[in-house]
């Protein structure tokens, strides 16, 4: 099973031998925490099936940092560090996760720099996802925020409900509403079939 994991298909026999000995396989269920916004990070959580959520609170309220689809690797930067989980993290559909211990699958990057590339590559483009997700929620007003969310993942318009992409943009679902019918209006956006739109004019 490890080795149909793509960051771990080149390790040697002995090597998924040892993983296999520090691994952990959970399900989990549609709803169900995976772990909360400050508990110590002691693995390393590498989504094998199914949906995860990121969601992040403060005293504005709770907003989604990011959302996975398996196979992914996710939260591995609070658990590098050695800090609290960051965002808590809730499974979106039934979900098969492997968990892998942090300090022995820490010295194995150690022994193996291939390994320790990848999980750099992961967290690289974590970290560029996250620098657009500031980006998004230091707009000046909603109506900037869901501006730069349609130029920035327009796929979402089409693939989540109204209620998720509030909650991406750190708004009310009801403002949402209202900015993505004044859009229409002011024929800034044409709506397709299926819920897919195309940008006509985001200049301003």
Known sequence: MLESIEIFSHLTAIQLQKLESISLWRNYTLGEIIFYQGDHSDYFHFLLEGDVSLNKSNDSGTFEVHRFRGP??????????????????????????????????????????????????SMSKKIASLQRLNDQLSA???????????????DIFSTLKGIEIAKIAGIAPETLSRIMTKLKKENLILFKPRHIFEIIDMKN
């Open 140 to 154: 000046p007003d909603s109506y900037s925020k869901i501006v730069r969310l349609m130029m920035d993942r327009p």
């Open 72 to 121: 992914a690797m996710f939260a591995e930067s609070g658990t590098l560090q050695k800090i609290p989980f960051p965002a808590t993290a809730e499974a979106l559909s039934p979900c098969r996760i492997l968990k892998l211990h942090r300090d022995p699958f820490l010295q194995l990057l150690q022994e193996d720099p291939g390994l320790s590339i990848a999980i750099i590559t």
